[in-house]
């Protein structure tokens, strides 16, 4: 089955196969003329990128392209598309591709008006009230995979390339004015693509489900968004052209981000750190965090866990849900441990003291602190 739909919570998103052709429209729509598209290294060269070109070609907004994008995207990548766009003399930003390639473009749209350096828009207290609101370009998102949804988010994650620590930049005008989501850009991600980006989707929903904070909005998309994940993940890892499972997965992935306004946790607060320090691919990276963080958080959220799993259809609960956790990463061949991940000999201090610092540390429900987290961390590796 095929779905199309228009909504405009929380943006403007045109959802449906083949809606790419819109993207100047798009354009237009966002106040822009002369788009710089965004995306990352590996998309550049694809054909759902030319051909995405090729529709801005056509009417007269160019084929402005940055792509110089590494997989945990940094200071010095923005820094690069930055220069470009300036130089470029472009007014607005096409966010293409996955997390990485989105991250930046806001980043890039975000920044190019702004005279202050970048790590003084942090996600710190009311950090964001100095920029320079007026100064922030356009942005039309456009995802290729179905996992991060920074597609619907007002905020990027960005590595350091000095402390190789990843810091959140957030204000709200970076959510993207106007968003398509075309299922059938994600038809050829390879199976553990699709499983990392769709298991961050999860991740996204169960540690806002999980969170402490008050946001009952946010607590109904996480449930249901958890709900997709476990209907249609499997079926978009086993059939890549399954265009029903890509559709739903990509709301599934808008969902988690929705949702996670509400608070993320220990699952983000490891894996930052840990991508910023080794460069795993964070949906891979959440996954494999997740069963430990979950009985890291027994005692806060097994009641709430045992709604879950009624509503998802999963016989035992809390303990249900778990063994459920454990059997989909499997199915999937994520890796159990780190040492599995290629991480061997982790620096255990260095994570645990970015994750510390990580702002996911207060939506987790269970309080973090250095002795706990360290010991949640070795039963990982």
Same mark, same amino acid.
């Given at each position: ?5 228009? #909504? ?10 083949g809606r790419?052709? =819109?993207?100047?429209d ?7 003329s002369? &788009? ?24 007269g ?29 472009y ?7 996955g ?19 970048? #790590?003084?828009? =942090?996600?710190v207290?009311? #950090? #964001? ?6 100064? $922030? ?19 990027? $994650?960005?590595?350091n ?14 959510? &993207? ?6 299922p ?10 699709t ?16 969170s ?14 958890m ?16 265009? =029903? ?18 608070g993320?946790?220990a ?33 806060? $959220? ?27 990463n ?10 599995e991940?290629?991480? =061997? ?37």
């Open positions: 089955m095929c779905i199309t739909a228009n #909504w405009s919570y929380p943006t403007s998103v045109r959802f449906g196969a790419i052709t =819109e993207i100047a798009a354009c237009t729509v966002a106040g822009i002369k &788009p710089l598209l965004v995306t990352d290294r590996g998309l550049a060269t694809m054909e759902i990128t030319a051909r995405t070109l090729d529709h801005l070609e056509a009417a907004m160019g084929r402005g392209l940055f792509a110089d994008v590494d997989q945990n995207p940094t200071d010095m990548n923005a820094a690069a598309g930055i220069k470009d766009y300036r130089d470029g003399g007014d607005g930003v096409i966010a293409f591709g997390g990485s390639g989105i991250d930046i473009a806001k980043v890039i749209a975000f920044m190019a008006g702004q005279t202050r350096p970048l #790590w003084d828009f =942090e996600d207290g009311d #950090w #964001w009230t100095r920029a320079d609101a007026d100064k $922030i370009a356009p942005i039309v998102a456009v995802p290729t995979t179905a996992g991060t949804g920074s597609e619907v988010g007002r905020a990027s $994650i960005i590595t390339s000095e402390t190789h620590e990843k810091k959140i930049i957030f204000h709200p005008k970076m959510l &993207p004015a106007v968003v398509i989501c075309d059938e850009l994600t038809v050829g991600m390879p199976p553990f693509i499983a990392g980006t769709g298991l961050d989707a999860f991740a996204h929903c169960v540690e806002a489900y999980s402490p904070h008050f946001h009952p909005m946010s607590q109904g998309i996480a449930l249901e968004g709900r997709l994940v476990k209907d249609y993940l499997p079926r978009a890892y086993a059939d890549g052209t399954d265009i =029903e499972a890509r559709s739903q997965m990509m709301a599934a992935a808008a969902m988690g981000a929705t949702a996670f306004q509400k993320l946790g699952i983000h607060a490891l894996s930052h750190p840990i991508g910023a320090i080794y460069h795993t691919h964070h949906g891979t990276t959440n996954a494999l965090c997740m069963p430990g963080v979950l009985q890291f958080n027994k005692p806060a $959220i097994e009641t709430r866990f045992d709604q879950a799993a009624a509503y998802l259809g999963i016989a035992g609960g809390f303990t249900g849900f778990c063994a459920y956790v454990d059997a989909l499997a199915s999937m061949s994520i890796p159990r441990t780190l040492g991940m290629g991480v =061997e000999t982790p620096d255990i201090d260095k994570i645990v003291e970015g994750a510390m610092k990580d702002p996911s540390v207060g939506g987790n429900p269970v309080e973090m602190t250095p002795e706990n987290t360290r010991k949640l961390l070795l039963s990982m590796v």
